[in-house]
């Protein structure tokens, strides 16, 4: 059955979700007030941290690994589609630990995910210096994730976009959402600065800013926004070839030579700014990791503003008090990671399946107390 959809957001989850819907034969427009792809799509650092990022098991953990799975036929994908390379970096990544207490941390966390059937390896310093010599003396050990790869998360973005594109989907950019129209349980127009738009279904992929878009049909969705402040560097010399992720921050290099330091966590802000005391914790995090960064030149600086939701978790799935609006949005730290599988998984809702693996991340678990009423 064909849809028309319009996906009123154009980061990488707008993108991703245009494309696996184009490949359905939907007839797609999205909406993107911006540029496509101008928030925090373009802010992040790329990694597909589906172990790194995750301190227990449970869903996030299971939509990452299956959602990393998918990048190395996706980046063929894509690249036959469009020539454009996402640049997959399958090295690896490494968890430092400073001191023991971290180490014990992180060798807990490496023997539940070896449980799970990933793989996690404790290096000793020895072994940290053997892969990456360039490291500080100060560790104690890492936690090796060699299937953590890391993209160029602009790339994928523009990937998504470009291949979607060449299915037929229409980018409508600079385009405001002012109001809806509804009758009954459907969504019929969206008002917009370009003029009025409908379509069969609407997909809210608007990051940050989905609790206020949502407002417009009076659906109270709390989200967080965290804004994060990110540097690069360029070294002179190669120093660093695996992504490095400690507590106060991550390495990432990339294929251009730069070497991404990110990022500040600050929730409530809007702003675009780039604060000094930012880049000096950044440069001081990034120097304690890798000392013969001090050489290094700092390129350039920006911020972005992550969507975050309140249980930490994203909402992915149909808003059930309407017929035919669905909401992809409080992705956080992982929506380049999720990409892939929430747009696959946002194509089969569409067309109607379902599949319990998605009820964690339905955005209606928000009605629901623990006894099962409403707030």
Not at 29 to 34: A, G, I, N, Q, Y
Not at 178 to 186: A, L, M, P, Y
Not at 280 to 291: G, I
Request: aromatic share 8%; hydrophobic share 40%.
């Amino acid at each position: 059955m064909h849809r028309d959809v319009l996906v009123i957001g154009g980061g990488v989850i707008g993108c991703s979700i245009a494309y696996h819907l184009a490949k359905k034969g939907c007839t797609v427009t999205v909406l993107e007030r911006d540029r496509i792809g101008a928030q925090a799509s373009s802010a992040a650092a790329g990694m597909l941290g589906a172990q790194a990022e995750m301190d227990r098991p449970g869903p996030m953990v299971d939509a990452g690994l299956k959602s990393r799975a998918m990048f190395p036929r996706l980046a063929e994908a894509l690249l036959d589609e469009t020539g454009l390379d996402i640049e997959l970096n399958r090295t690896g990544l490494l968890k430092l630990a400073f001191d023991e207490a971290e180490a014990e941390r992180l060798k807990k966390r490496g023997e539940w995910q070896r449980q799970a059937g990933q793989t996690a390896r404790w290096l000793s310093v020895t072994e940290c210096f053997e892969l990456e010599s360039g490291l500080s003396d100060r560790i104690v050990g890492a936690l090796h994730l060699p299937d953590d790869y890391q993209v160029s998360a602009p790339r994928l973005t523009q990937a998504f976009a470009r291949a979607a594109g060449r299915l037929g989907v229409k980018f409508a950019e600079g385009c405001r959402v002012d109001s809806f129209q509804r009758e009954g349980r459907r969504v019929i127009g969206v008002s917009t600065s370009l003029g009025l738009r409908s379509a069969d279904v609407v997909i809210l992929a608007t990051g940050a800013w989905t609790e206020w878009v949502a407002k417009g049909m009076d659906i109270s969705l709390p989200m967080v926004p965290v804004k994060g402040e990110s540097l690069a560097l360029q070294s002179p010399h190669p120093v660093l070839k695996h992504t490095l992720f400690g507590e106060e921050g991550y390495l990432v290099p990339k294929a251009n030579g730069e070497i991404i330091v990110g990022a500040t966590e600050k929730k409530g802000r809007f702003d675009c700014q780039v604060q000094a005391e930012a880049i000096r914790s950044l440069l001081e995090w990034a120097l304690k990791a890798v000392p013969a960064l001090e050489h290094a030149n700092l390129t350039r600086f920006w911020s972005g503003i992550r969507p975050g939701s309140y249980d930490g978790l994203p909402y992915i799935g149909r808003w059930e008090e309407y017929d035919n609006l669905y909401i992809a949005s409080g992705h956080y730290r992982n929506g380049i990671l999720l990409s892939p599988l929430t747009g696959e998984w946002m194509a089969r809702m569409v067309f109607g399946e379902t599949a319990e693996e998605w009820l964690p991340f339905s955005p209606m678990r928000l009605l629901k107390t623990d006894e099962g009423g409403r707030r």
